[in-house]
């Protein structure tokens, strides 16, 4: 693999790669070294000051990494889009917006970013909060919030370990896996609402982890507030939904075991009213800010027609990333919803007919979209960073051209830092799904244990978001958030193997 978003396997007798796989290899041994050592030295060890000092370890790489990033925006076309439009409206200046052309086709780029996606104005209204507060530090800040959210949603998943009664042991495995998983912190440095959504949802999933434990009405403000927090996050990133559906599938179970059934309804119906408010509010204030009207979303079948085609963009490479069809589908058709839909229920019928009759072509359809999407140990994190455009003063920090911070570049101290932070990933992304494998079988044992049921939340979720995206259009920046969420179930699987081999019990 190259830091570009084209992903590509390699076999550890390329000579090329060798090191890298030696490498990959050495740090899952160091993994499972310092986890058996925990989990043998377990009693010794301050539990809050061992996940203080990863947290802080964490939080000066992230500042080290956005300092020599030097960002000043980044080249993904959604965040590029998103920053420029933000600065401008901080300068109340509205020409990307105004006057509005009736054509699809004609109308001005910030006009018909909108149109193509209104859920995306509530990031656009953080973002010139930003500029209107910052100005020019606006971008930096951005980054230095992503970097508290990226280590808040690491605190997030220990507190859902702690809740569910997880063993000493095991916990803190699960603080060294969720507070040194790399590819959040090298995200920090991108302007999206990636990472502060995450942290939002997760810290909102756990309000209401917490609130199972309350009796009661008096669980009440916990729920809202956490149903605040939901908001919040879908405004910051909207596809997080897929995430809070797992949560509340199994605090529904939860609830009922608990004969508390009329949390399941009250969830479910703070789930659907924070999912629309965040997508509408923002909308309706952009449309009467602009004194215009968006049309109505593209179909999210269009997404999927995308998800199981292979595409214009990237071909037969990575069959179900991303295309051009919706986009060309939605100006085709002036907005028409009916038609997209059309399109999109024609290009799913074809695909899966396909499939039926060609099952070869299906399982290798499947493999390599999945393969690319959830094989990545980047999760694309470090091509993110590769098309970050620096500051005028930070260029002289790069050998790329137009500014563009190389993460590669070794003739400068990130790119041996970046090669090192690739093997890291690939190694430890090796633990995870291993350890995840072992902590699913054990949490297969404990299906009937009522105890037990909140430690299936964080496995519903990725499993959701499995499902979504064996579907929805691929990119591997959408699969990491879900992946995070295996790192409880692997610390109990990670756990349960050093136990065999040491002979320990957990306490």
């Known amino acids: 693999m190259g830091f570009s978003e084209y992903v590509s396997f390699h076999l550890p007798t390329t000579p090329k790669w060798v090191l890298e796989f030696a ?49 000043a925006y980044n080249g993904f076309a959604d965040s590029r889009q998103l ?15 105004l006057p509005r052309a009736d054509a699809f086709a004609s109308r001005l780029p910030g006009d018909m970013y909108l149109s193509n996606y209104p859920f995306q104005a509530g ?12 100005g020019t530090h606006a971008v930096m800040l951005y980054q230095f919030t992503n970097a508290l959210a990226s280590v808040g949603s690491g605190l997030a998943l220990v507190g859902m370990a702690r809740l569910t009664g997880a063993p000493k042991r095991e916990r803190l495995v699960a603080e060294l896996l969720a507070l040194t998983f790399v590819p959040p912190l090298v995200f920090c ?38 149903a605040i927090l939901l908001f919040f996050g879908f405004v910051a990133k909207s596809t997080y939904v897929v995430m809070a559906i797992g949560f509340v599938l199994v605090l529904a179970i939860d609830s009922v075991r608990k004969s508390s059934w009329w949390r399941a309804p009250l969830m479910v119906a703070l789930l ?21 009207e968006f049309p109505d979303n593209q179909p999210k079948s269009m997404w999927i027609a995308m998800g199981l085609n292979t595409g214009d963009v990237f071909g037969e490479s990575m069959p179900g990333w991303w295309s051009g069809f ?32 060609d099952p070869a072509y299906a399982a290798w359809f499947f493999s390599k979209k999945l393969g690319t999407e ?11 960073a590769s098309i970050g455009i620096m500051t005028p003063e930070g260029a002289a920090g790069t050998n790329a051209p137009d500014g563009r911070y190389d993460a590669w570049d070794t003739s400068f101290i990130h790119g041996w830092v970046s090669r090192a932070l690739f093997a890291v990933m690939d190694g430890m992304q090796t ?16 299906v009937g244990d009522k105890s037990k049921t909140l430690a299936y939340c964080l496995p519903c979720a990725f499993f959701m978001g499995f499902v979504v995206y064996v579907l929805w259009e691929a990119k591997g920046m959408y699969a990491m958030p879900f992946f995070f969420c295996l790192i409880p179930v692997a610390a109990q699987g990670l756990t349960k193997l050093a136990q065999h081999k040491r002979g320990h019990q957990p306490t």
């Not at 902590?439 to 044992?445: I, K, P, Q, S």
């Open 326 to 357: 919706a986009l060309e589908s939605q100006i085709r058709n002036e907005g028409d919803v009916a038609a997209q839909a059309e399109e999109a229920k024609g290009a799913i019928g074809q695909a899966v007919t396909r499939f039926a009759s």
């Open 189 to 226: 440095i991108f302007p999206y609402g990636n990472a502060l959504g995450l942290a939002l949802c997760l810290f909102a999933m756990l309000a209401w982890m917490k609130s199972q434990a309350i009796e009661g009405t008096r669980a009440l403000p916990l729920i809202l507030f956490g």
């Open 83 to 97: 920053t420029q439009y933000a600065q401008e409206l901080a300068r109340d200046d509205y020409s990307s917006f």
């Open 431 to 446: 633990v995870i799904y291993a350890g995840a494998t072992i902590g699913a079988v054990e949490l297969f044992r404990q």
């Open 23 to 71: 490498a990959a290899f050495a740090v899952m041994a160091l993994y499972l070294l310092v986890v058996m050592r925990l989990v043998r030295h377990a009693d010794r060890v301050r539990e809050g000051r061992f996940v203080a000092i990863l947290a802080a370890l964490a939080l000066l790489f992230c500042t080290w990494w956005i300092l020599d990033n030097a960002t």
């Open 123 to 134: 990031i656009l209204l953080v973002f010139e909060g930003y500029f209107r507060l910052f």
């Open 374 to 384: 959830w094989l990545d140990p980047t999760f694309q994190s470090l091509y993110i």
């Open 272 to 292: 659907v009213i924070s999912s629309k408010a965040a997508g509408a509010l923002p909308a309706s204030y952009m449309e009467a800010r602009l004194g215009v």
